[in-house]
């Protein structure tokens, strides 16, 4: 209780007038609301902010005053509005896409998530847009659920062992999309409606990787039942956390060039973690766009097997094959085979920067 107290008077006396002036201060001043040890760099045009540390981090102030994260989701919401719609979207007939959301699944316990997400997807509004769903499941569940809209890639593992391998269904999406610009989508994560409008538009300047993410709004267990439910207004609670400076995890825009040029995923990854942020290394040997300005929605799950475990063999694998250059990881990527059907070339391979034949 009293180390309770001790930061509800810090939020108040160090943190309430620094959000003050950037909730009510207009002009999308929310988007400069940060931790107070943090500093932000503005986009070249003003129209976003790129974080200047490393890795995520949570806004600590909403966690102590609920209030004001929900005011910021609001401010958030209000000039990016996130919409949903069973219909499909948008588009001239007979008009190739533009643009390709990959998403990729496995199992039943997130099926109302991927549907909710899917409905963001088929909102977008400025862009003709398709999605793929690979599905990574021995026997195909999502047939009867999914929209008509969508295509669905059924990619049995070869081992029903073997964990979920983010990488390879990415890799097998990637090979399916009938436009020149990926969306790497988690199916957890609702979009704003202009966002895939957003990512054309940057790529449009000849960027090659487009991050657009600033804030993600973490929605309580109940708040997102509710929403599957089709009972919950999206600013019906204060989200749980808000995230900055997510980059290569969560959902991000590559050309289909860019992705091929890199290697696409690491598909030695085969488990929860570390295969966005070895990625994220790659992905920055292209020209890239990240100073951010969009919101997202988070819809609540339990935490994956090892995602706070920094000893999870993923983690160690990423810990190791980040000591390499990323231009030597994308030559040895770019070498090998990906995205076959038989399987993920790290399985039943062990996982480890040695199987790669790479030097630390």
């Not at 487009?210 to 019906?236: C, E, K, M, N």
Request: aromatic letters at 8%; charged letters at 20%.
């Amino acid at each position: 209780m009293k180390a309770l107290l001790k930061n509800f008077a810090g939020v108040i006396v160090k943190d309430l007038p620094r959000y003050a002036l950037r909730l009510w201060g207009g002009r999308q001043k929310y988007l400069l609301v940060r931790n107070r040890t943090e500093s932000l760099e503005r986009a070249p045009d003003g129209s976003g902010f790129r974080c200047k540390w490393r890795w995520t981090s949570d806004l600590h102030a909403p966690k102590i005053v609920p209030a004001l994260g929900r005011s910021l989701m609001r401010h958030a919401l209000a000039d990016h509005p996130v919409e949903r719609t069973p219909e499909s979207p948008c588009s001239v007939a007979g008009q190739k896409p533009q643009i390709t959301f990959l998403v990729g699944h496995r199992g039943e316990a997130r099926v109302p998530h991927l549907l909710a997400t899917l409905q963001s997807i088929a909102a977008q509004k400025g862009a003709a847009v398709e999605c793929i769903v690979i599905e990574q499941e021995s026997e195909s569940r999502l047939r009867l659920h999914l929209p008509q809209w969508v295509r669905l890639i059924h990619t049995p593992p070869p081992d029903t062992g073997m964990p979920y391998c983010r990488s390879w269904s990415f890799n097998i999406g990637a090979q399916h999309a009938r436009s020149p610009v990926l969306v790497l989508h988690d199916n957890d994560m609702l979009v704003p409606v202009d966002y895939a409008a957003h990512v054309l538009k940057r790529v449009a300047q000849g960027y090659d990787v487009v991050t657009l993410t600033r804030f993600v709004f973490y929605l309580t267990p109940w708040h997102s039942q509710a929403i599957f439910d089709g009972l919950g207004d999206l600013l019906a609670d204060a989200p749980e956390v808000i995230v900055q400076n997510l980059e290569g995890g969560g959902s991000v825009g590559i050309t289909l060039d860019g992705y091929d040029r890199i290697g696409g995923m690491d598909e030695s990854f085969v488990g929860w973690g570390g295969e966005d942020n070895e990625f994220w290394e790659r992905a920055k040997t292209l020209r890239v766009w990240d100073w951010a300005n969009l919101p997202m929605l988070h819809l609540w799950h339990a935490a994956q097997t090892g995602k706070r475990d920094a000893q999870f063999h993923t983690a160690q694998h990423y810990r190791d094959l980040s000591q390499v250059d990323p231009h030597v990881r994308v030559a040895h990527l770019s070498a090998r085979a990906s995205g076959q059907l038989r399987g993920p070339t790290g399985w039943p391979l062990a996982t480890g920067n040695g199987r790669l034949g790479l030097t630390v």
